[in-house]
């Protein structure tokens, strides 16, 4: 998101649970395209909320799972949220080789990006550096 549209808007990643370290597969197929994931720290709703980020100051959940679609819903009860249900596909544990596995997570890359530019747009071009 902050590659595409830059501070355009405040983004925050959660995960039903937390793993802390993000996936190797997903920091290669995400660094193919310039987006840095390697000291990206995944965190929980929970955690979100532990560490300060109020929920119902977001405007929009988006939820890529099944799982993280009911986590939201049951934490927005109470307030006025939107909430989006991107079916992706989970590359987790598909494929034999590496090859596979990365391809398998590129297809997932690539759904997201998708997604998000058929609902936020093209994306803004980033100011040149001065």
Known sequence: MKKFYG????VQSAGVRNDMEVDGFSV??????????ARHRSR????MQDWGDDLSQFD????LSPASQRMALELTRH???EIEYWPILDPTGLGESREHKLSAYRQARDQIRERMIARFGAPTEEPAAV
């Open 7 to 10: 501070q355009r808007a405040y």
């Open 28 to 37: 290669a197929v995400c660094k193919e395209v310039g987006v840095e994931l």
């Open 44 to 47: 929980s709703f929970e955690e």
């Open 60 to 63: 929009l959940i988006i939820a």
């Open 79 to 81: 307030c006025h949220l």
